[in-house]
């Protein structure tokens, strides 16, 4: 019996965690590859809200395949220093609370990106994935559309 009501109370505490606004502001980048149609969402998360140097390395990497980035940072806070490097590579930041973690963040990420209709390619990353340690070119253009609807690139240890 208590274990029901237990879970019932978290099931209820989450439909209505859904129904609140998660995005705390959204702030215009400087859209390097403004017209593409190639898009990404990024998600981010560090309990200090750094932007750390391989994120802006992987950021970098999708930029210069020609992908329009929108980048979803769930952090307590935003360092300023990292978030100007962040905007020069993206279409945009979205800043939201932690609630989905990063399909959360994905959600956010694909509705402020509206129809993905007419869209090649889209990737949806995050930044618990240390690389790459080769240009991402080289694995993405493994995948074109012609070729593949859908892949995965993950390692675990």
């Not at 439909?15 to 995005?23: E, S, W």
């Not at 939201?96 to 990353?125: E, I, P």
């Not at 991402?136 to 074109?144: N, S």
Request: aromatic residues 10%; positive net charge; contains cysteine.
């Amino acid at each position: 019996m208590g274990f029901n009501v237990v879970r019932a109370v978290r099931v209820a505490a989450g439909m209505a965690r859904r129904g609140l606004p998660q995005v705390r502001r959204i702030l215009p980048g400087q859209n390097p590859n403004a017209g593409s149609a190639k898009v990404a969402v990024y998600a981010h998360f560090d309990r200090r809200g750094q932007i750390h140097d391989y994120v802006l390395y992987q950021l970098r990497e999708l930029a210069d395949c020609g992908f329009r980035t929108v980048f979803v940072s769930s952090s307590p806070e935003l360092n300023p220093v990292g978030l100007d490097a962040v905007l020069a590579l993206t279409q945009a930041v979205i800043w939201r609370k932690n609630n989905g973690h990063d399909f959360g963040s994905y959600k956010d990420g694909l509705a402020h990106l509206g129809t993905l209709a007419g869209q090649a390619q889209l990737v949806l990353m995050n930044d618990s994935v240390y690389g790459p340690i080769w240009p991402l070119a080289r694995l993405l253009e493994r995948f074109e559309p012609q070729t593949c609807d859908f892949f995965s690139s993950t390692d675990s240890w």
